[in-house]
């Protein structure tokens, strides 16, 4: 199989838009139905062999313990209890208000009850708009799904061998609804103060200081596939350290830098994988460097994933 097959959001914008919404209105569902845990952890997806998962949540209010299931090979959406129960239905062919019907449809089916608290789309343009009232997306695409689902596995495996070269405090690998991107977080222990004004998410969120990786497929912003590395909050000097490799820059986003790779330099590279992982290592020393995150061995950093002193020696 190719790594890191081509994929222009043009190619694929309207049925990105209505998975997008798909996948919110799950989040939601999972964020009624989960024990909250730091820094929203319980609240991503994570990947499976055929799609993404809410992983096992509930029980709510005396029902059954539960999990949401997308498949992006059958290209279905499963809700299925811990007593074995399962309602399912197809992904193509439907609005979003139509699927929001449909998965409500089939929590009662299950007597499941986890209804999403606020049923509108979390900063998006049409966030005043109800997902029940959403007809206007409706477009979803089989096979450029399918190729969004494959990229996602592949950069899944590639975060999670940069995850590992670090033993301090990180998030797993995750794929956020919000913002319909990967990452996985490095957390230093100082902690950080949020103005009054921020809002809840970003408190919670940040409320340490952190050196994030991922990639996302694209939006009006960054109008293509790339992969990022930020630190936050952002120390001095950042926009001027190095990155690896030459092709990738310093962008400015909301008043402060992220570090872009473009996911087409990186597939033209000779080896895409070990250039994605050169990128990331150099994006998090800069950030590292300039906050003052201990070195080696203080600063948790073990290479291939060994802790043993005698090994990593």
Same mark, same amino acid.
């Given at each position: 199989?190719?790594?890191?097959?081509?994929?222009?959001?043009?190619?694929?914008?309207?049925?990105?838009?209505?998975?997008?919404?798909?996948?919110?209105?799950?989040?939601?569902?999972?964020?009624?139905?989960?024990?909250?845990?730091?820094?929203?952890?319980? #609240?991503?997806?994570?990947?499976?062999?055929?799609?993404?998962?809410?992983?096992?949540?509930?029980?709510?209010?005396?029902?059954?313990? =539960?999990?949401?299931?997308?498949?992006? #090979? @059958?290209?279905?959406?499963?809700?299925?209890?811990?007593?074995?129960?399962?309602?399912?239905?197809?992904?193509?062919?439907?609005?979003?208000?139509?699927?929001?019907?449909?998965?409500?449809?089939?929590?009662?089916?299950? !007597?499941?009850?986890? @209804?999403?608290?606020?049923?509108?789309?979390?900063?998006?343009?049409?966030?005043?708009?109800?997902?029940?009232?959403?007809?206007?997306?409706?477009?979803?695409?089989?096979?450029?799904?399918?190729?969004?689902?494959?990229? /996602?596995?592949?950069?899944?495996? #590639?975060?999670?061998?940069? %995850?590992?070269?670090?033993?301090?405090?990180?998030?797993?690998?995750?794929?956020?609804?919000?913002?319909?991107?990967?990452?996985?977080?490095?957390?230093?222990?100082?902690?950080?103060?949020?103005?009054?004004?921020? !809002?809840?998410?970003?408190?919670?969120?940040?409320?340490?200081?952190?050196?994030?990786?991922? =990639?996302?497929?694209?939006?009006?912003?960054?109008?293509?596939? @790339?992969?990022?590395?930020?630190?936050?909050?952002?120390?001095?000097?950042?926009? @001027?350290?190095?990155?690896?490799?030459?092709?990738?820059?310093?962008?400015?986003?909301?008043?402060?830098?992220?570090? /872009?790779?473009?996911?087409?330099?990186?597939?033209?590279?000779?080896?895409?994988?070990?250039?994605?992982?050169?990128?990331?290592?150099?994006?998090?020393?800069?950030? %590292?460097?300039?906050?003052?995150?201990?070195?080696?061995?203080?600063?948790?950093?073990?290479?291939?994933? #060994?802790?043993?002193?005698?090994?990593?020696?």
């Amino acid at each position: 199989m190719e790594l890191f097959p081509a994929l222009a959001l043009d190619e694929w914008r309207d049925s990105k838009e209505t998975l997008h919404r798909f996948v919110q209105i799950v989040g939601k569902i999972r964020l009624a139905g989960s024990p909250r845990r730091n820094h929203w952890w319980n #609240v991503p997806f994570h990947l499976t062999g055929r799609g993404i998962t809410t992983r096992p949540m509930g029980p709510v209010h005396g029902g059954d313990a =539960f999990c949401i299931d997308f498949d992006f #090979v @059958a290209h279905r959406l499963l809700v299925r209890t811990l007593a074995g129960r399962e309602e399912s239905f197809p992904l193509a062919g439907r609005s979003v208000a139509d699927f929001y019907r449909d998965t409500l449809k089939a929590l009662v089916a299950l !007597d499941i009850d986890a @209804a999403p608290e606020h049923p509108y789309p979390y900063d998006l343009p049409d966030s005043r708009r109800p997902f029940a009232e959403d007809h206007e997306h409706r477009t979803y695409d089989p096979v450029a799904v399918g190729r969004y689902w494959r990229i /996602l596995s592949q950069v899944n495996l #590639v975060l999670e061998a940069f %995850a590992a070269g670090y033993s301090g405090k990180t998030s797993p690998v995750h794929h956020f609804w919000h913002t319909f991107d990967i990452a996985v977080t490095r957390f230093a222990e100082r902690e950080i103060g949020q103005p009054a004004t921020a !809002d809840p998410v970003t408190r919670e969120a940040y409320s340490r200081e952190v050196i994030s990786a991922g =990639f996302w497929f694209g939006d009006d912003t960054v109008p293509a596939p @790339a992969f990022y590395s930020y630190t936050a909050p952002e120390p001095p000097g950042l926009a @001027a350290r190095p990155l690896e490799p030459a092709e990738a820059s310093w962008s400015e986003a909301r008043g402060s830098h992220i570090a /872009l790779l473009m996911y087409d330099d990186a597939r033209a590279t000779p080896d895409p994988w070990a250039t994605v992982l050169a990128f990331y290592d150099s994006a998090y020393h800069a950030g %590292a460097e300039l906050a003052g995150w201990p070195r080696r061995p203080e600063c948790r950093e073990c290479p291939g994933g #060994v802790t043993d002193p005698r090994l990593a020696a």
